[in-house]
């Protein structure tokens, strides 16, 4: 569904469509709301569980312990916060510009 609205938001906003420009800054805020629950913390520990296996298996090194494991799916986990975050804010601070929102038909104040 996360996919459906991102697909709405590319085409209206190559589209200039100010509605789905105010849309976007909306979807944007609402990623930051709830980018703790977008990525939990066991299915990323299992992404990571199996990523790992699979490198362990290639190498012939040895199992890996809970303790690495953990820290791996940290590591992974603060870079999908990172780059969910990144893109939310970028998409704020860009959609609100005067310019751009001149550009997508919303008057700004002024003479």
């Known amino acids: 569904m996360y996919r459906v609205f991102e697909l709405v938001s590319g085409t209206g906003i190559l589209l200039r469509k100010e509605s789905i420009r105010k849309f976007t800054l909306f979807f ?10 977008k990525h939990p ?4 520990e299992r992404f990571s569980k199996t990523t790992i296996d699979g490198l362990y298996f290639k190498s012939d090194l040895h199992v890996l312990t809970q303790i690495s494991l953990v820290n791996f799916t940290w ?37």
């Open 75 to 111: 590591i992974v986990l603060m870079g999908l916060y990172a780059i969910d975050l990144g893109v939310a804010i970028a998409a704020i601070y860009y959609f609100t510009r005067p310019y751009i929102k001149e550009c997508f038909g919303e008057r700004t104040g002024g003479s």
């Open 41 to 44: 913390f066991l299915a990323v």
């Open 28 to 37: 944007s805020w609402f990623t930051i709301g709830i980018v703790y629950w």
